[in-house]
């Protein structure tokens, strides 16, 4: 696609229950990114994807958070038995890196989660 | 991982003051140096970006950073703000794939 999508844009679900947010990079992206955005705060790293793999998986808050990427380009983030404090924007973004080419990262419009 | 700090949290100007935003980070091999911009209720978008060559890169709106490598810098100036300058700034840094950011600062222009 033109750009980064993400979806859904407005998540309510309650406390305890299982959501997947999804992010579709732009095509030819070889990096895709996951971060949280608070009320009031920065952008939290989450995890970031190299093709499949993701190198650094630290910045994920706890066990119940995870990621996969599949064929180089959809990934899904997964929040098990979700909390209130898990309420925030989760934005993910992409970019070019490798074959000697290496670009800024394009955001999505984020998904916003709200944990009642 | 590397770090990034942003000294500012929140700076209040009138229009036509000038604008810098501090922006350190803690890795010291070869970085890409980003600054972002969120509007109110608008999602990130590029002001600007340094990959190598020329230290004092220019971007959009009036916008434009020094890259000092001796002091780990990246400052975001701009010599006369606007009102519509109104946003948070986060400053980034990326290293091969890796991207990380600064808390971000708000900044409130008054007209």
């Known amino acids: 696609g033109a750009g980064v999508s993400q979806s859904p844009s407005n998540k309510v679900t309650e406390k305890g229950k299982d959501v997947e947010l999804r992010c579709d990079p732009i095509?030819?992206?070889?990096?895709l990114y996951w971060y949280r955005q608070s009320l009031g705060q920065g952008l939290e790293f989450l995890i970031y994807?190299?093709?499949?793999?993701?190198?650094?998986k630290s910045g994920l808050p706890s066990d119940r958070f995870s990621a996969e990427r599949t064929g180089g380009s959809v990934s899904t983030l997964t929040i098990q038995r979700t909390q209130q404090e898990d309420s925030a924007v989760y934005l993910c973004?992409?970019?070019?890196?490798?074959?000697?080419?290496?670009?800024?990262?394009?955001f999505g419009q984020g998904t916003r989660l709200t944990v009642v | 991982a590397q770090s990034v700090s942003q000294h500012n949290h929140h700076v209040i100007l009138s229009e036509a003051a000038s604008l810098e935003l501090g922006c350190n980070y803690s890795?010291?091999?070869?970085?890409?140096l980003f600054w972002y911009v969120q509007y109110p209720g608008q999602h990130l978008q590029l002001l600007l970006k340094?990959?190598?060559?020329?230290?004092l890169v220019k971007g959009i709106k009036g916008f434009e950073a020094e890259f000092i490598k001796s002091k780990f810098s990246f400052n975001l100036r701009k010599p006369s703000v606007q009102w519509s300058d109104t946003a948070e700034y986060f400053c980034?840094?990326?290293?091969?794939?890796?991207?990380?950011f600064g808390a971000g600062t708000r900044l409130t222009v008054k007209p």
């Open positions: 973004a992409s970019s070019l890196v490798g074959q000697g080419l290496n670009t800024e990262a394009f």
């Open positions: 095509s030819g992206h070889t990096a």
């Open positions: 994807f190299q093709g499949n793999s993701a190198p650094d």
């Open positions: 890795y010291g091999g070869t970085v890409n």
């Open positions: 340094y990959f190598s060559g020329d230290p």
């Open positions: 980034a840094v990326k290293l091969v794939g890796d991207m990380r």
